[in-house]
């Protein structure tokens, strides 16, 4: 009997932080694949808040319970690390019609340099479609609310940051 291939796809992004548009569309994602990887950009020209190592573990702490959810770190082309994994799926989030533009710009790409890639979009929550993890940074230096825009887990430790930079820019 022919042994199915596991179905995995990789759900890309920089995640700093996570907010609770990224995790809605974990969720919802991991339940098309048999596995689900979260990969984590190490970008260098896009200056993070957060470390590599946090924003690993913070979805990792969200996650939790998540089975067929894993989170990995990655650098280089997309469409390597996809095939590095054994994926064949890229599954991005569409927040608004403004996200069109460049998400089919990069879908094409990757889809021009791998011709076994493909991208398939959720259409974020409605709840979720004006965040934005730099919406979460501002509020959150300036003391405002964040509860119910970001997982509870991660809350005070986005608050302990900002804290940090307020006291070592005194
Ligand atoms: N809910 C809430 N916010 C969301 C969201 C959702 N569902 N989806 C995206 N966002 C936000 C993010 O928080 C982020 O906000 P910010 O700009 O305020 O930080 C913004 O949308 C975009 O971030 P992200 O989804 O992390 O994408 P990115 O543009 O940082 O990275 C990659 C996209 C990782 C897929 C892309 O850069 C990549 O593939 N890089 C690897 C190199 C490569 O292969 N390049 C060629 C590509 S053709």
Redesign the pocket.
């Known amino acids: 009997m022919k042994t199915q291939k596991k179905r995995i796809g990789v759900y ?5 932080p996570l ?1 609770n ?2 995790l809605d ?1 974990i969720i919802r994602a991991s339940k098309l694949f048999d596995l689900l990887i979260v990969g984590v ?1 190490k ?1 260098d020209s ?1 200056k993070a808040l957060f470390t590599m190592d946090e924003r690993v573990e913070h979805i990792r702490k969200c996650t939790k319970g998540m089975e067929n959810v894993k989170v990995e770190m990655f650098e ?4 390597d690390f996809v095939k590095q994994k054994g994926a064949d799926t890229i599954v991005r ?1 569409l ?1 608004a019609v403004s996200d069109y533009e460049y998400e089919l710009q ?1 879908a094409m ?2 889809k021009h340099m791998s011709q076994e890639t493909d991208t398939i979009f959720f259409m ?1 929550d409605i709840h ?1 479609s004006f ?5 979460i940074k501002d509020i959150a230096q300036h003391g405002g609310n964040i509860h119910g825009l970001v997982p509870e887990e991660i809350v005070d430790d986005i608050y302990a940051k900002m804290k940090g930079i307020k006291t070592a820019k005194l």
Do not use: A, E
């Open positions: 890309p992004g920089s995640f700093d907010t548009g990224h569309i950009l970008n896009k280089g082309l997309l469409v989030g927040r990069m790409l990757n974020t979720n965040l934005s993890s730099s919406v």
